[in-house]
């Protein structure tokens, strides 16, 4: 026999162990697709996979004895999978095409749709978890025939070794593999694995064996061992009891981001390797397997219950962590090893010991005579108890027991068969160890169920994000652990409600009416007001995600409509949401209001109807299953829902995020829409409306005649149209080189770019809000290149606090008014004008006599940079007029500049530029990178790009250096190069 064959067999089932487990984290992203949420798909997922084990397992019980060479069989099977792994990805795209296309669509009841859906995911992932279940009892019963001796032994290092390669599959698919080669690339490079492995295998091993490995299958001894049987079942349901109650815990410390599931599901299957590991050198020296056995169960029960008291204490240590982290790659790698570690001091003592159980269990059933049918038995009857933990969480333990209750049922089942086996079999062991096993049980139990709470107000805090517990003002109103999330309702002292899903805060409204609005508040009425502003002849929308169900109350304050449709997968944060009463009331009492708690695909399967506008106002991108909603293969299957001018509009966050995953998501839309717009809804968030028909920026005065859609509007600071065309950001025409400047993908399903980089970006800060630069940069460049003006002629605009970039348009509006001499309360949300704009209007006021230069071009330059982007032509005029006729020197090339400016004049504003560029020691850098901009921006308005590029390799050098110009430069630029299809500029 060839000395080197079994650690290569060993080799070959780690490598085994990591393709498994990348299927189970691979299909799990697929299936999320299908289902709709990630907590369902990671629950069928754990059961089908689970559930297919148990099947091959007990298939290789019955038969792998009767096989001369279970090894050949091994490779068979190995093989088959990969092929399997192959298939997969075109199969399930007909699969749900065929679903949401055809079947789903000639059923009524919502039960069977569930079912259908189920079924289906079984169908297409269940042989190949068959054929999974089948490696371990055929590598297992091969390698006892090879060698015989230390049975025990072998089986634990393979136990050891495949469930290691498990953590290292779940860890390289989340963080690489994915990421570098989509979910089809990753399903592929495992499959090619799998038939590698079973090519190896085929290869070296003898073309015959020894018989069955100690053969005697008496049914008497069957008979002897349900104990065993019933403690493999047991064990396995409490089991995954403890994994899925902990995945739900410890998203409320690491986040419910994809790759936190993974770093928990790789922690939990390495705690149960390195308990085979630790065993494997023991077990087959043991006198008395039985009593370490319940040793282990009672150890086990003790650690789960020990897991709560020290839960409370992850959250201080995820705050420490995130206070001495630098947000850099660096950190971000760190956070994650960090992050692995807090799920593994939280589950290692129980998965450790829990990784012991089944070579324990098998250990006793070869010694009593069982033989290789004790491996497949044991394995298939202890993943069918996996399959009912997972069915008790689900259905009565998260909606009935919460959190603890359920995860206390788990402890009392394992500790409760330790006892049995103790009590069983006191005659082997010592008198008093029964009875102070129950002792420590019972004491165990009752401490925790009287003593130990989980703190709704560290579980709400959402730690994870800024390293931020909640601060003591705050209390919890409400905290329920919902089928997909744990929902709570918060409240601090300034009586501002927040709705939290897994503690992150997704919707907050100041429930006192005389309250300031909250930020969440803007963006839930902006999205609501601002599509039907743009088709007020819309009659039916459908609205996705409830949120706090603000913006669907909103929606309904338009007479006109006749129908409302409210999507919502989590019944708990619909039940939540009642406690906004009475800023959503319409949501729940308007007869035209219908909520569903269903996901979206099946939702609008299931609907023959077609609506004027769509609402997407999901989650976080960077939430598990999220990013699914910012997709080229959701927006595909929306069109099919909308009419055929009908308007999509998709709420998206510029915090936590970069302006890769932006582009990445306004590609996706590109690709199905020939027209999309943005408006900037606050400081943090953007509208995007997509639609196959024109999208026109608002009109000064549209749909300005509902009073409750007005009333609405006004509590945010919109009082006036002007108000929502300030927030215009651009259309597809005008995005386009903005869009081009980034590399990114296309957000894809298949190609999940935006779930794989988002949580990362989460992490590091990001920001993508210089998005927002033709709403806040001081060129003009909306009114030369997109024809942005107000059509009144004069400008109104309400100065809010909820609205950031208000301010400085409302300066530029006072401005004017002070000096043109009017009234400043006659504007429209007067307030109170800070020092600086004092200082400005008094320097303007003494520009009436002769005074040093620098003292007279101040006031001219910041009154020009302000006035000249939000003020109309006909009110620059007047102003620059006024000016010009003020006794003021040798400014008048700034004023001829911004005479051209105000009366959107590019010769004019290219020629002021040069002139007042070729004076560049007399410039200060700021003065110099406008007067750039200004020329830039003047050559491209002329469709002089070549010019304008051979301008900013004359300019660009002296006035940035080194360092990178900002977006607004940059997309000037770019639109130059588009324009004459050249290759894509470089910036250092």
């Not at 099947?55 to 088959?80: C, D």
Request: charged letters at 15%.
């Amino acid at each position: 026999m060839n000395i080197n064959l079994r650690p290569l067999l060993f080799g070959v089932f780690f490598l085994s162990g990591v393709a498994g487990l990348i299927y189970e984290s691979i299909w799990t992203h697929y299936l999320k697709l299908f289902l709709g949420h990630a907590a369902y798909a990671q629950t069928l997922v754990l059961a089908l996979f689970m559930g297919g084990m148990a099947i091959g397992a007990w298939l290789s019980s019955r038969f792998s004895s009767r096989w001369s060479n279970p090894l050949l069989g091994y490779a068979l099977i190995e093989g088959v999978i990969g092929v399997a792994a192959w298939l997969f990805h075109p199969l399930f795209i007909q699969l749900v095409q065929y679903a949401f296309d055809t079947l789903i669509p000639a059923i009524d009841n919502r039960v069977m749709i569930h079912l259908v859906k189920w079924l289906l995911a079984s169908g297409i992932i269940l042989p190949q978890s068959i054929l999974l279940g089948m490696t371990f009892p055929l590598m297992s019963s091969g390698l006892l025939r090879l060698f015989p001796a230390a049975p025990g032994g072998s089986l634990a290092t393979l136990y050891f070794l495949n469930s290691l390669g498990g953590a290292v599959g779940v860890l390289a698919s989340g963080f690489w593999i994915i990421d570098h080669f989509g979910l089809d690339g990753t399903l592929t490079l495992a499959g090619t694995l799998n038939i590698l492995l079973a090519i190896t295998v085929w290869a070296v091993i003898p073309q015959t064996q020894n018989t069955p490995h100690s053969t005697h299958l008496s049914t008497s001894s069957w008979g002897g061992s349900r104990e065993l049987l019933l403690i493999a079942c047991l064990t396995g349901c409490a089991s995954f009891i403890y994994e899925i109650i902990w995945l739900r815990m410890l998203s409320l410390v690491l986040g419910s981001s994809t790759h936190a599931f993974e770093l928990m599901l790789s922690a939990f299957i390495l705690g149960l390797a390195l308990g085979g590991w630790w065993l494997k050198q023991r077990i087959d020296r043991l006198g008395n397997p039985i009593f370490l056995l319940a040793m282990v169960q009672i150890l086990m029960g003790l650690a789960a219950l020990l897991t709560l008291p020290l839960y409370g204490e992850t959250f201080p240590l995820m705050q420490w962590l995130l206070a001495h982290l630098e947000r850099d790659s660096t950190g971000y790698l760190l956070f994650n090893l960090a992050s692995h570690g807090i799920a593994m001091a939280i589950l290692f003592p129980a998965t450790f010991c829990a990784g012991m159980t089944l070579p324990l269990i098998t250990r006793i059933l070869l010694d009593r005579g069982l033989g290789e049918q004790a491996i497949g038995g044991v394995y298939w009857i202890n993943t069918l108890g996996a399959i009912l933990g997972i069915l008790f969480v689900v259905h009565i333990g998260l909606p009935e027991l919460g959190l603890k209750g359920s995860l206390l049922t788990g402890a009392a089942m394992d500790m409760g068969l330790g006892l049995l086996l103790l009590f069983t079999h006191r005659h082997n062991m010592s008198h008093w160890l029964p009875a102070s096993s129950l002792a420590v049980v019972v004491g165990g139990m009752t401490v925790t169920m009287l003593f130990v709470e989980l703190s709704p107000h560290k579980m709400a805090s959402g730690v994870y994000r800024d390293g931020q517990r909640l601060q003591q003002d705050y209390r919890v109103l409400h905290h329920q652990d919902g089928k997909t999330a744990t929902v709570s309702l918060t409240t601090n002292s300034q009586g501002v409600y927040s709705l939290r899903t897994n503690g992150k805060s997704d919707a907050s409204i100041a429930m006192p009416t005389e309250a300031p609005r909250s930020f969440d508040e803007v963006t839930m009425t902006l999205i609501a007001s601002i599509p039907m502003l743009l088709r007020p002849e819309s009659r039916k929308i459908a609205n996705i995600g409830f949120g706090s169900g603000l913006t669907t109350h909103v929606a309904l304050a338009n007479p006109a409509l006749s129908q409302l449709d409210t999507i919502e997968i989590e019944p708990a944060i619909v039940e939540t949401a009642r406690l906004f009463s009475p800023h959503n009331d319409r949501a729940f009492h308007d007869p035209r209001s219908t909520i569903h708690l269903e996901d979206a695909k099946t939702f609008f399967s299931t609907r023959k109807a077609l609506y004027d506008i769509i609402l997407s106002e999901p989650s976080n991108p960077w939430v598990s299953g999220v990013a699914g909603l910012f997709s080229v293969e959701f927006y595909h299957d929306l069109k099919r829902y909308l009419t055929p001018n009908g308007l999509v509009a998709q709420w998206l966050q510029v915090y936590e995020f970069d302006l890769n995953l932006m582009t990445s998501i306004l590609k996706a839309l590109q690709s199905q829409f020939k027209h999309i717009t943005l408006y900037a809804v606050d400081h943090g968030d953007l509208l995007i409306l997509a639609s196959d028909g024109p999208i026109h920026a608002l009109p000064d005065q549209n749909g300005w005649t509902i009073p409750a859609l007005r009333t609405d509007l006004a509590k945010i600071g919109v009082r006036h149209p002007q108000d929502l065309r300030l927030r215009w950001i651009g259309d597809e025409a005008f995005l386009a080189p903005l869009i081009s400047l980034f590399p990114a993908p296309a957000n894809s399903d298949y190609a999940p770019f935006v779930d794989q980089q988002a949580v990362k970006a989460r992490f590091l800060g990001a920001s993508a809000n210089e998005i927002f630069f033709p709403v806040t940069e001081l060129l003009p460049i909306r009114n030369l290149l997109a024809g942005h003006e107000s059509s009144t002629g004069q400008t109104k605009i309400t100065a809010t606090p909820l609205f950031s970039f208000s301010v400085q348009p409302y300066v530029a509006t006072a401005l004017h008014a002070r000096v043109t001499g009017q009234s400043l309360a006659t504007l429209p949300g007067f307030a109170t004008l800070d020092e600086s704009f004092n200082k400005m209007a008094l320097a303007l006021a003494k520009c009436r006599t002769v005074l040093p230069q620098e003292d007279r071009v101040y006031p001219l330059y910041q009154l020009g940079v302000i006035a000249s982007p939000h003020l109309h032509p006909s009110e620059l005029k007047s102003l620059w007029s006024l000016i010009a006729g003020m006794n003021c020197g040798q400014e008048t090339g700034w004023l001829e500049l911004f005479k051209a400016i105000g009366q959107r004049d590019p010769v004019g504003m290219e020629n002021a530029s040069t002139r007042l560029l070729a004076q560049k020691d007399s410039l200060t850098i700021t003065r110099g990178r406008y007067l750039f901009g200004i020329g830039l921006l003047s050559l491209v308005a002329q469709k002089r790009h070549n010019e304008a590029r051979l301008f900013w390799d004359r300019h660009v050098g002296t006035w940035f250096g080194t360092s990178t110009p900002g977006l607004a430069y940059r997309y000037l630029l770019e639109r130059a190069v588009l324009k004459k299809q050249k290759e894509p500029v470089q910036f250092n």
